[in-house]
T-cell receptor, first 116, second 113 residues
Framework: DTGVSQDPRHKITKRGQNVTFRCDPISEHNRLYWYRQTLGQGPEFLTYFQNEAQLEKSRLLSDRFSAERPKGSFSTLEIQRTEQGDSAMYLC??????????????FGPGTRLTVL | DAKTTQPPSMDCAEGRAANLPCNHSTISGNEYVYWYRQIHSQGPQYIIHGLKNNETNEMASLIITEDRKSSTLILPHATLRDTAVYYCIVRMYGSGNTGKLIFGQGTTLQVKP
C-alpha cells in the first residue's frame, strides 16, 4: 500500500500524559498537513510543512502541540500534558508538488486519541 | 471559517443520480472549488475540483454556475458505498499559499436501497 500511513491508529491516554503520533506521507510528496477532527465536525487545519520547513501553524496549535518533519519525509505530532479537550481524530495528508493549480491532498486513516 | 454553505443532509435512492449543491457566493477569481468526501471512520478522499468550467472524472461531475457563486456535485449512479459526508471547499491557488483546506460541516449523503 503506497498511501499515507499513520501510527498508531488508536491511542488512549490519561490526562497530563504526553503522546506522539507519526505520519508517513506518500513518497516524494513534499507537502504535508495535519488536521484535527472532533465528532460531528469537519477536519480543522493544524499545521503545514513544505519539505522539512513548517510554514504555517493554526491558532488551534497551542504551545502544548509541536510538529516536526526532520528530513522532509515522515512527520510527528506531539501533544504534551494532554487534556480531555484534545480527544479527537488527528489526520495527516500529503500532496505532491503543485502542478497547474491542482493540489489534491491524500489523507491517511487518522489517529484517534482518547484522553481519559 | 468555511466559505461554503451546504445542506446538512440528503437522501438518494441507489442507482439514481445524487446531486449535491454548494453555495460559495463570496468566491474570488483565484479560488478553485474542491469536493472531498469522508466515509465513516476513514480520512477524507478527494473527488474532483474545478475553476469555472464543468469537470468530469471517473467518480463524479462538477457543474459550476457561470457566476461561480454555486456548484453541484453529481454522482451519476449512486451506490450504497457512496454513503458519506461530502465537503465542498474553496481554495486559493497560486504561489505562496499553503493549499490548506478549510472544511465546513458538509452534507451527509445517505444512499438507500
Amino acid at each position: 500500500d503506497t498511501g499515507v500511513s499513520q501510527d498508531p491508529r488508536h491511542k488512549i491516554t490519561k490526562r497530563g500524559q504526553n503522546v506522539t503520533f507519526r505520519c508517513d506521507p506518500i513518497s516524494e510528496h513534499n507537502r504535508l498537513y495535519w488536521y484535527r477532527q472532533t465528532l460531528g465536525q469537519g477536519p480543522e487545519f493544524l499545521t503545514y510543512f513544505q519539505n522539512e520547513a513548517q510554514l504555517e501553524k493554526s491558532r488551534l496549535l497551542s504551545d502544548r502541540f509541536s510538529a516536526e518533519r526532520p528530513k522532509g519525509s515522515f512527520s510527528t505530532l506531539e501533544i504534551q500534558r494532554t487534556e480531555q479537550g484534545d480527544s479527537a481524530m488527528y489526520l495527516c495528508a500529503s500532496s505532491p508538488r503543485r502542478v497547474s493549480g491542482s493540489n489534491e491532498q491524500f489523507f491517511g486513516p487518522g489517529t484517534r486519541l482518547t484522553v481519559l | 471559517d468555511a466559505k461554503t454553505t451546504q445542506p446538512p443532509s440528503m437522501d438518494c435512492a441507489e442507482g439514481r443520480a445524487a446531486n449535491l449543491p454548494c453555495n460559495h457566493s463570496t468566491i474570488s477569481g483565484n479560488e478553485y472549488v474542491y469536493w472531498y468526501r469522508q466515509i465513516h471512520s476513514q480520512g477524507p478522499q478527494y473527488i474532483i475540483h474545478g475553476l469555472k468550467n464543468n469537470e468530469t472524472n471517473e467518480m463524479a461531475s462538477l457543474i459550476i454556475t457561470e457566476d461561480r457563486k454555486s456548484s453541484t456535485l453529481i454522482l451519476p449512479h449512486a451506490t450504497l458505498r457512496d454513503t458519506a459526508v461530502y465537503y465542498c471547499i474553496v481554495r486559493m491557488y497560486g504561489s505562496g499559499n499553503t493549499g490548506k483546506l478549510i472544511f465546513g460541516q458538509g452534507t451527509t449523503l445517505q444512499v438507500k436501497p
